[in-house]
T-cell receptor
């Protein structure tokens, strides 16, 4: 069984640039959620994708957008990067669609630094 | 009140002792709760989930849920230095697909 994978591992961008982060869900999982984790904080929910549609969104501006592909992999896009976007970006996958009982399993994360 | 609240710690316990980690939640959070362990610089690892009132045991870990008092706890028996990490409590917000995490409690197990 393949776990959740994310790429790249680390990324350095400058303010105003755009970035795309990628996630492959765990085998058998059809739902992907994205989180932002600042240093010393818990993960903050960005959004969730199920059946290639955004299924729920946290308090993040529209410059945070995403996609889910037919193979359940997903991308997180962030436009017009700001210094405060520097964080660990986590992808989590789960099975069972949108059930509230779903257990989520996290990938290793992408560390984004915005200069 | 924060939706999911944890004491940031650090909580220090001697090796072999029971570590007790607590989490309280607001009315907006319900139904399902999850405990994750996160080592420094790593991503969260799922320890266990709990949905019903009462205790749920898995090896050295016991999760407890009390919906009337709106708290969920994690007990770690026979604590080991390798258990030293930040423990995150997460809940699922009512009527949405949004998961809310607490800020985590840092546990230090002293050899």
């Amino acid at each position: 069984e393949t776990g959740v994978t994310q790429s790249p591992t680390h990324l350095i961008k400058t303010r105003g640039q755009q970035v795309t982060l990628r996630c492959s869900s765990q085998s058998g999982h059809n739902t992907v959620s994205w989180y932002q984790q600042a240093l010393g904080q818990g993960p903050q929910f960005i959004f969730q994708y199920y059946r290639e549609e955004e299924n729920g969104r946290g308090n993040f501006p529209p410059r945070f957008s995403g996609l889910q592909f037919p193979n359940y992999s997903s991308e997180l896009n962030v436009n017009a990067l700001e210094l405060d976007d520097s964080a660990l970006y986590l992808c989590a996958s789960s099975s069972g669609g949108t059930s509230v009982l779903n257990e989520q399993f996290f990938g290793p994360g992408t560390r984004l630094t915005v200069l | 009140q924060k939706e999911v609240e944890q004491n940031s710690g650090p909580l220090s316990v001697p090796e072999g002792a029971i570590a007790s980690l607590n989490c309280t939640y607001s009315d907006r959070v319900s139904q399902s709760f999850f405990w994750y362990r996160q080592y420094s610089g790593k991503s969260p690892e799922l320890i266990m989930s709990i949905y019903s009132n009462g205790d749920k045991e898995d090896g050295r870990f016991t999760a407890q849920l009390n919906k009337a008092s709106q708290y969920v706890s994690l007990l770690i028996r026979d604590s080991q230095p390798s258990d030293s990490a930040t423990y995150l409590c997460a809940g699922h917000t009512s009527g949405t697909y949004k998961y809310i995490f607490g800020t985590g409690t840092r546990l230090k197990v002293l050899a």
